[in-house]
């Protein structure tokens, strides 16, 4: 079965660094795009990037372009998100998202907190 499990998350300062993992299981990870989704308290859940199988293109929300990352390293069956000059309005549960035979799969969430 399909099994995403989400690390990194915590507390960080404004202008900060983070980066997230999601190690992926249970389905050819190499075949498949992969995404972050975030969402903040009393909002809905947002798309933060996606990356394609093969890591070559990545797409950004416009909010999160040039400070957020994403990248995979398929021989690890691993995605991750590097997360800079972190903003309040930043903090969110991340979520890990893939899209296998047509049914949404996510991890469990991990917290991201940015305050002084």
């Known amino acids: 079965q399909v099994q995403l499990v989400e690390s990194g998350g915590g507390l960080v300062q404004p202008g900060g660094s983070l980066r997230l993992s999601c190690a992926a299981s249970g389905f050819t990870f190499s075949s498949y795009a992969m995404s972050w989704y975030r969402q903040a308290p009393g909002k809905e859940r947002e798309l933060v990037a996606t990356?394609?199988?093969?890591?070559?293109?990545?797409n950004y929300a416009d909010s999160v372009k040039g400070r957020l990352t994403i990248s995979r390293d398929n021989a690890k069956n691993t995605v991750y998100l590097q997360m800079n000059s972190l903003k309040p309005e930043d903090t969110a549960v991340y979520y890990c998202?893939?899209?296998?035979?047509?049914?949404?799969?996510w991890g469990q969430g991990t917290q991201v907190t940015v305050s002084s």
């Open positions: 990356i394609t199988n093969t890591g070559g293109r990545a």
């Open positions: 998202n893939t899209k296998v035979l047509f049914r949404d799969y």
